[in-house]
């Protein structure tokens, strides 16, 4: 089955951290670029990190540029997002998905007090 699945997200104090994980499976993960999304409550899904098949290019939203980091191992059909310094705005589902994918469950990030 082609997909990705998220995990990594949990309840955490504004300024603390999390790293989120995507694991792909069913295609070929090395040969496509991936991106995460969010969704906070409410709110449109939005765009937050994307990253190219050999990991050499990255891009982040302007909300996250400077605290969050997109990252891949090719070699174990993974791409992670570290999240440094969160704040209560960055609470969402969090997703990641390619070009050939399907959006997947996700995983949720709380960021409270």
């Known amino acids: 089955q082609v997909q990705f699945v998220e995990s990594g997200g949990g309840l955490v104090q504004p300024g603390g951290s999390l790293r989120l994980s995507c694991a792909a499976s069913?295609?070929?993960?090395?040969?496509?670029?991936t991106n995460w999304y969010r969704q906070a409550p409410g709110k449109e899904r939005e765009w937050v990190a994307g990253i190219s098949s050999t990991g050499g290019v990255t891009s982040y939203a302007e909300s996250v540029k400077g605290r969050f980091t997109i990252s891949r191992d090719n070699a174990k059909n993974t791409v992670y997002l570290q999240m440094n310094s969160l704040k209560f705005e960055d609470t969402g589902v969090y997703y990641c998905k390619s070009s050939v994918t399907a959006w997947g469950q996700g995983t949720q990030v709380t960021v409270s007090s």
């Open positions: 069913g295609f070929a993960f090395s040969l496509y670029g």
